[in-house]
Each structure stands twice: as structure tokens, then as C-alpha cells.
């Protein structure tokens, strides 16, 4: 079963834009994942954050986490063609040593 | 090697075949998993090794399926009796520890086509 529903499903924009990609999920968390992946094919892992954290950054990218809503969001600022891709939330579950994936959220930046 | 590796990387098979799908994690890394990821659709786990032993194979939808990694390293998933409907993307990733506070690597993935 999927933990992590990410929304919206699809998003396009322009170059230079920003992009902001939401996840939610159901149970407590140790830390929750982003993940790309190009095509089809491996993911790559982008960025974690820990459940007693509230914000990220790593270079464009800046993940927010509110565990009171079992919510997370990943902006990707300044954004570029190459960003185009499937972006991934993951969740390990409280108990669990799995990682929980959502059904992703497909980026399409124009140029 | 550099990274997770996965062979094939694809796979045509005939409905009712067997067939093994192999993973080579990074050296050194204990944790595996294995996941199948059917089109439009994110990950779905199947199972999770600590060294040798399956710590979680909750995941494995039914006694077709089969995963072992006897020396700790590399794993081979084993599907019997294949039907069209296994037909997915099967990733392997790997982490240095087990439990997830670490990120995880994951593989190019073999895709399994059942005819």
C-alpha cells in the first residue's frame, strides 16, 4: 500500500519558474524522503528531512515538514528544463524499515 | 561498483516462465529492498534485507514471488509462473544501515515484460 499521496499529479511550467509539490501521509514518521527519477527508470535520492525538523534546504531545492498535518512540500526555485522529472515523497513509517512511497508528482518545466 | 546495479535491464518473458532478476548493491552497504513500480504509480515495497536474512517481506504479493541473499550482497528475486500482471519495473536500492535515516541508492531497475 502507499503511505504518501503528493499533489497536484502534474505540473508545468516555465523555465525560471518555481515549483512546489505537496505530499501527505497517514501514520508518524522517524523522517520523510524526497526522491526524482527521470523516465522510468532508478531514483535519486534529493533530500531528507527528520520529524523534529521543520524546514530544509539544499541548494533549489527547500522541503518544508508539518507533522501535526502529516504534511510535506518541495520547492524547487529557479527552476530548469533539466529539472523534469517525477518527484517522490517517501516515508519510513514509524515502526517500519521500509520506505513508503506516494504515486508522485510528474514536474514538466518548458523552455 | 559505483553504484546499485541491476540485471537485466530488461526482460521478455512468456506467461507461465520463471525468471531471476539480480541486484548488486554498493559494497559495504547491509540494508537491501526491493520494490515494483508499475507505470503512472510510485514504488510499491516488496521486501527488506539486513545482511543475509529478510527482515520484511510483507510486501511479496503472493508465493510466486521469492527474494534471497545468501552471502549478504547480492540479491536475486525469483518470480514462478509469471502472469501479465507482473509485469512492472522492478527497482532494487540499497542503504549502509539498515533502518531508514539514511538514504537510500537505488538501481536503473529491470524492467519485466510478461507476453
Known amino acids: 500500500s502507499q503511505q504518501g499521496e503528493e499533489d497536484p499529479q502534474a505540473l508545468s511550467i516555465q523555465e525560471g519558474e518555481n515549483a512546489t509539490m505537496n505530499c501527505s501521509y497517514k501514520?508518524?514518521?522517524?523522517?520523510l524522503q524526497w526522491y526524482r527519477q527521470n523516465s522510468g527508470r532508478g531514483l535519486v535520492h534529493l533530500i531528507l528531512?527528520?520529524?523534529?525538523?521543520r524546514e530544509k534546504h539544499s541548494g533549489r531545492l527547500r522541503v518544508t515538514l508539518d507533522t501535526s498535518k502529516k504534511s510535506s512540500s518541495l520547492l524547487i526555485t529557479a527552476s530548469r528544463a533539466a529539472d523534469t522529472a517525477s518527484y517522490f515523497c517517501a516515508t519510513d513509517g514509524y515502526y517500519g524499515n521500509k520506505l513508503v512511497f506516494g504515486a508522485g508528482t510528474i514536474l514538466r518545466v518548458k523552455s | 561498483g559505483a553504484g546499485v546495479s541491476q540485471t537485466p535491464s530488461n526482460k521478455v518473458t512468456e506467461k507461465g516462465k520463471y525468471v531471476e532478476l539480480r541486484c548488486d548493491p554498493i559494497?559495504?552497504?547491509?540494508?537491501l529492498y526491493w520494490y515494483r513500480q508499475s507505470l503512472g504509480q510510485g514504488p510499491e515495497f516488496l521486501i527488506y534485507f539486513q545482511g543475509t536474512g529478510a527482515a520484511d517481506d510483507s510486501g511479496l504479493p503472493n508465493d510466486r514471488f521469492f527474494a534471497v541473499r545468501p552471502e549478504g550482497s547480492v540479491s536475486t528475486l525469483k518470480i514462478q509462473r509469471t502472469e501479465r500482471g507482473d509485469s512492472a519495473m522492478y527497482l532494487c536500492?540499497?542503504?549502509?544501515?539498515?533502518?531508514?535515516?539514511?538514504?537510500?541508492?537505488f538501481g536503473q531497475g529491470t524492467r519485466l515484460t510478461v507476453v
Open positions: 536500492a540499497s542503504s549502509l544501515i539498515g533502518g531508514l535515516n539514511t538514504e537510500a541508492f
Open positions: 528531512i527528520r520529524s523534529n525538523e
Open positions: 559494497s559495504g552497504h547491509t540494508a
Open positions: 501514520t508518524s514518521i522517524n523522517n
